[in-house]
């Protein structure tokens, strides 16, 4: 059995409630561990969010979010009229920290969602970025 959730919102940071109301609904619903609800609303907040801020979208067209659960795996795709960006090749990787002085904000978003995705796929289809993660479910 899966269950399957669609959620559209503009690309404003105000609108990120929407995923987090989503991922805990389905969680709650499919009896997710909350570690893995943790993983989930982590990856879809923060390449939302870079979306908002680094994708140059108009405005005009939302945000598209589809969480399929089964009993396997999750998967997620995530679709934007943003510029064109596969976060599976253009990301840099942000340089290794070795004290917290040296630490910095920002740049962690898409590693997060590599290290927390056990697969991530990307292509640029009719104008739109797609991109497909997929989680396994343990136990």
């Not at 680094?54 to 005009?60: F, K, P, Q, S």
């Not at 599976?88 to 990787?93: Q, V």
């Not at 630490?103 to 290290?115: F, K």
Request: aromatic share 6%; charged share 25%; proline share 5%.
């Amino acid at each position: 059995m899966s269950v399957r959730t669609a959620i559209e919102f503009m690309p404003e940071i105000g609108e990120l409630n929407a995923i987090q109301e989503t991922v805990e609904s389905i969680s709650s619903e499919e009896n997710w561990p909350p570690d893995l609800t943790y993983q989930i609303e982590l990856i879809l907040e923060e390449l939302c969010i870079n979306v908002i801020d680094h994708g140059e979208a108009d405005g005009t067209q939302p945000i598209k979010v589809v969480i399929v659960s089964g009993n396997d795996e999750i998967s997620i795709e995530i679709s934007d009229n943003g510029k064109a960006f596969d976060p599976t090749k253009d990301a840099k990787t942000p340089p290794k920290i070795t004290s917290i002085e040296d630490s910095y904000i920002g740049g962690w978003g898409v590693h997060l969602a590599h290290t927390f995705s056990d697969e991530m796929r990307y292509e640029r289809v009719d104008g739109m970025n797609c991109l497909t993660l997929v989680k396994r479910r343990m136990g």
